[in-house]
Each structure stands twice: as C-alpha cells, then as structure tokens.
C-alpha cells in the first residue's frame, strides 16, 4: 500500500509567503478567537490545516483559463466546458453549477424530500445532514460498525452495513425513504472509501425498493484511488474509469468542486433524470442564480471544468493520497493515536485516547485543536461532540463516538517537509498531554455551532 516511489507530480510557480509567531502571539490569538480554531484569523496561523476546502493550489492552466471567463449573465461558454468535464469524468447527463456543496445539497434536498421522510446514509456530514433536516427529514446512519472504531483497519470503512439498511426500509418503509445518500469518502470517519462491491449491492438493494442513490462525490475521485489500491480487480484500470463506474451506480450527486475539483469556490449537482433535473434548474434559478451560472462567475466555472480535468489524473492522486498517508504514517510512528487506516484527505488524530482524563462533555477534540495551534501555529478542526451538534428533538448533545481533530491536506499547497514539523509539534504536545484541561462552552450558535461556538479553558 506505500504508493512505490511516489513523487509530486508539479513544480512550483508562485510562492505565497506565511506567517510565523511567538507562543505569546499566539496565546493572545486564541483567547481572542474563543478557543475556536474557526474564528482564528489565517494570518495567525503557520500551516493551516483546518481543511482542504478551498484551500488548493490551481494550476497554472487554471489560472490561464480565469481569464477566459466569458460573464455574460446567460449561457456563458465557461459553462458548456463545466457540462463537458462534468459529463466525461462523472457521466452524469444534466449539470446544475452551484456556488459550492451546500449548494447542491440544499436543492437536492428540497426537491426530494418531504417532512417526515427517513434519508439513511453512511455516517451524516454537517452540512449535508442540516440540510435534509431543513427539509423536514430525519438521517439514519447506516454505516458499517468499524466506522466507529478508529482501530478498526478494515480497507473500506466507508460501506454501508447492508443489514441495518435493509432493517430500516422494514421498519419506515420504502415510500418514506426518498433516497439512500452515498459519501464517497466518508469525511467524518476519518476519509475513508467505500467500496465497489459494496456500492453495487446498495444499488441493488434500493432499487428493488425504488429508493434513489444520491452520492455525496465531494472526494470520490480520492474514493477511487482506494478502489484501485485495495479492490481486487480494480489495481490495472484507471482512476478516471472507476470514478466514472462509481457515479454509474447512482441517480444523482452532489459536489463541492472545492476539495477534488482544486477550485477555491464551486460546486454542482449533476443528474440523470430530466425531470429531476428540470426542477433542479428551477430551484437552482430562486436560490443561486441562473443555471448556467449557479452563483458562481464564469472564470470560477472555467477553473472549475479545467480542476476536473486535472484532478483524475492518477499520478496527481496517487500523490495527493501518499502525501497525507505519510503524515498519518509519521504521528503513528511518535506513538501517537490516530484513526486507521489513514484517510484520503485528512489525518485524524483520537483525541478521546490522546486526552483521556478529559470527558467528552469538556471537549477534548477542541482543546487538542487549539494546543495544537498554541504549539507551533498549526491550525486543524474539531470533529467530536462540538461538531456533532444538539439532537433537535430532545436539545441534547449528540455524543458522537469519535471525538477527533483533524489534520486536512489540502492539495498541492506544503510541501512534505512543512508537515514533518507538524507531526513535530503534534509529538510535543503529546508528550505534556497530561497536563492538558478540558474547556467549557461560552456560546452556541443555533446551526452548525463548530463554526462560531466560542469556550473559556479550565485550570483542569
Ligand atoms: N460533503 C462533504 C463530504 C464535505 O466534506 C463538505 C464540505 C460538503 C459536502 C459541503 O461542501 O463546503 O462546498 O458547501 N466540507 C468542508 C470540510 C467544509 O472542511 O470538510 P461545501
């Protein structure tokens, strides 16, 4: 699985200079910031790792088709490329451009849902899952056991546990489901794959119940980097043909062209039925702009069209892939726990078992994000109970089973040896961790709290 001799597959253009600061500085920015590593301002931070959304570096070609942005308000010429590229990499008839995933998610919701119906999928991710709540829907996690466990080494953790899918169209039955939502990697259990087998039997299964497949294809083109490394009978064909026979399976997808696409801003939906189409045009027009813009200018959809084409490249992916597993390989080394096997976006490091005299309720994700930040100036997220949000029924926390802090890559942006003094710093704070409290909640928001939520730290 080491990816043989691997090697960035670019050279370096432009440069962007980075901040460097005192332990004094940063202590100040963060009691600033509430704790919260989202309301750090970027140029407090050295190696920013909150997330790979957004935060890639385009290409040289991309950047030369930024200025071929045709902004005529209807029918740009950005937007017959994007339908092109969408089309040839993902296979979908119908596109829709969005401003980014939430985008997306939002229409897909609203058109397919109604109040009282049952979305089940493979974990929830925040967004996605808030929309179909909006909608009126309530999401079921179907995902296997091993999702949960960041031990557990299992290659495809990202699967659907058929048993518990089947169960749940006999319990709500199948005219209450509208559709089943694939995340091809799943973002929250650490970037982990689904595999082909197991997406092709859920294609069978929901098609008997007339159950839709939406796949969330946000890093399927890092899902089928997975698929041709660990799926016997995928290791000779390309990347680009099994993401294409990845999006076969489903009806429709949404996606944020920010991660895979290598676009700071973008997103669409793309679909094979030309009804559900239409009204995702219509929808598109009310809530973000005219469907061949969908909220975006027409450079952001030439640079988006232009990322797509890039992006299914193996030799850009194998990179993409080995360059996060390395960091995971590098913290696992410093004895460190992390969730297993290494993900395709992201490390994620157990912060349950990193701080383990903290209990949930003191937040030890988010704590461990903002030492980690205090240490060196590296700035990563919070994925625990502060994520996870408040039940909306009972007003409860949701007490996800993994309390995690996430080290997103994003793409083509360090270079390896700015993340070997990560590991570095992540390895000092681990060796003082006993002397690490917990923090209390100052403010919550009502949605998506992680954003904005702000803490005080306790003396232990
Ligand atoms: N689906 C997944 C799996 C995601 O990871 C994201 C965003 C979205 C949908 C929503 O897309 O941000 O373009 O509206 N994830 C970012 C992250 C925010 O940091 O993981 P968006």
Same mark, same amino acid.
């Given at each position: 699985m080491d990816g043989g001799g691997w090697f960035e597959p670019y050279r370096i253009k432009v440069v962007e200079r980075i901040p460097v600061t005192t332990a004094r500085e940063r202590r100040k920015a963060l009691d600033e910031a509430g704790w919260n590593t989202f309301l750090l301002r970027s140029d407090q931070v050295t190696i920013d790792l909150l997330t790979d959304s957004g935060t890639s570096a385009m290409s040289d070609r991309q950047w030369a088709g930024m200025m071929l942005g045709d902004e005529a308000y209807a029918g740009s010429r950005n937007f017959y490329h994007l339908e092109d590229a969408v089309r040839s990499a993902y296979g979908y008839r119908y596109v829709v451009p969005t401003h980014q995933g939430r985008g997306a998610e939002h229409i897909v919701s609203r058109m397919l849902i109604h109040p009282g119906d049952v979305i089940a999928g493979n974990m929830y991710f925040t967004t996605t899952r808030l929309h179909q709540e909006l909608a009126g829907g309530t999401f079921r996690d179907v995902i296997v056991e091993?999702?949960?466990?960041?031990?557990?080494?299992?290659?495809?953790?990202?699967?659907?546990?058929?048993?518990?899918?089947? #169960?749940?169209?006999?319990?709500?039955?199948?005219?209450?489901?509208?559709?089943?939502?694939?995340?091809?990697?799943?973002?929250?259990?650490?970037?982990?794959?689904?595999?082909?087998?197991?997406? @092709?039997?859920? $294609?069978?299964?929901?098609?008997?119940?007339?159950?839709?497949?939406?796949?969330?294809?946000?890093?399927?083109?890092?899902?089928?980097?997975?698929?041709?490394?660990?799926?016997?009978?995928?290791?000779?064909?390309?990347?680009?043909?099994?993401?294409?026979?990845?999006?076969?399976?489903?009806?429709?997808?949404?996606?944020?062209?920010?991660?895979?696409?290598?676009?700071?801003?973008?997103?669409?939906?793309?679909?094979?039925?030309?009804?559900?189409?239409?009204?995702?045009?219509?929808?598109?027009?009310?809530?973000?702009?005219?469907?061949?813009?969908?909220?975006?200018?027409?450079?952001?959809?030439?640079?988006?069209?232009?990322?797509?084409?890039?992006?299914?490249?193996?030799?850009?992916?194998?990179?993409?892939?080995?360059?996060? #597993?390395?960091?995971?390989?590098?913290?696992?080394?410093?004895?460190?726990?992390?969730? #297993?096997?290494?993900?395709?976006?992201?490390?994620?490091?157990?912060?349950? @078992?990193?701080?383990?005299?903290?209990?949930?309720?003191?937040?030890?994700?988010?704590?461990?994000?903002?030492?980690?930040?205090l240490e060196a100036g590296t700035r990563t997220m919070e994925r625990g109970i502060v994520s996870a949000g408040r039940d909306p029924e009972t007003g409860e926390h949701r007490r996800p089973r993994l309390e995690l802090v996430r080290l997103a890559i994003p $793409? $083509?942006?360090?270079?390896? @040896?700015?993340?070997?003094?990560?590991?570095?710093?992540?390895?000092?704070?681990?060796d003082r961790r006993d002397e690490v409290p917990g923090l209390e909640m100052a403010f919550e928001p009502a949605y998506l709290r992680f954003f904005q939520a702000r803490f005080r730290p306790l003396d232990r």
């Open positions: 091993e999702a949960h466990d960041p031990d557990s080494t299992h290659p495809f953790k990202g699967n659907i546990d058929l048993g518990k899918l089947e #169960r749940l169209i006999g319990e709500v039955g199948a005219e209450r489901m509208p559709y089943v939502s694939v995340a091809a990697t799943v973002n929250m259990a650490g970037g982990q794959p689904i595999s082909m087998e197991n997406l @092709r039997a859920v $294609r069978e299964l929901t098609g008997a119940a007339g159950i839709l497949v939406v796949l969330d294809a946000t890093r399927a083109v890092e899902n089928a980097w997975f698929v041709k490394e660990r799926e016997p009978g995928y290791a000779e064909r390309s990347v680009a043909e099994i993401l294409r026979e990845t999006c076969d399976l489903t009806d429709l997808c949404t996606m944020s062209g920010k991660k895979d696409s290598l676009v700071n801003i973008g997103g669409f939906l793309g679909l094979n039925d030309p009804d559900l189409a239409e009204e995702a045009r219509n929808l598109c027009v009310v809530y973000e702009g005219l469907h061949t813009y969908g909220g975006l200018a027409g450079r952001d959809l030439e640079a988006m069209a232009r990322g797509i084409e890039e992006s299914v490249d193996d030799d850009h992916v194998r990179a993409r892939i080995m360059q996060v #597993r390395e960091l995971g390989d590098r913290l696992i080394e410093d004895g460190i726990p992390v969730v #297993r096997p290494i993900g395709g976006h992201a490390v994620f490091v157990d912060a349950a @078992r990193f701080l383990p005299h903290l209990p949930q309720e003191r937040f030890p994700a988010q704590r461990l994000a903002a030492e980690i930040y $793409r $083509r942006v360090y270079t390896s @040896r700015q993340l070997g003094m990560v590991a570095a710093s992540v390895a000092r704070v681990f």
